[in-house]
């Protein structure tokens, strides 16, 4: 062989070990951002499941919702009664005058 292909075959070498190099380095980036990615979603899990244990034990949730319900009907009556338009109080009134 001559020094020409030696050479070449050099530079074969050292790239093949910068290809080698770059792609494990790639790979442990790739696990690295793994990891990460599962212990935030392990994190959203467990947060999840806590929220369901909280509002699972929970037995007043139905019956505050149906006193919000009584609540909102009864202050209905009540907007519905103050908004209707009061009688003409300018007239004279049928008992006198008298308050």
């Known amino acids: ?3 020409e292909e030696i050479t070449a075959w050099w530079i074969a070498v050292v790239a093949g070990f910068v290809v080698v190099l770059a792609v494990a380095a790639l790979l442990s980036l790739l696990v690295w951002f793994v990891k990460i990615i599962d212990r935030r979603v392990a994190g959203i899990r467990d947060t999840l499941l806590a929220i369901t244990a909280n509002t699972a034990s929970t037995t007043l949730i ?17 907007h519905l009664f103050l908004g209707r338009v009061p ?4 007239a004279t009134t049928t008992n006198g005058g008298g308050r």
């Open 62 to 78: 139905p019956q505050t919702g149906d006193a919000v319900d009584r609540v909102l009907a009864e202050g209905l009556e009540h």
């Open 1 to 3: 062989m001559g020094p």
């Open 87 to 90: 009688p003409d109080r300018s």
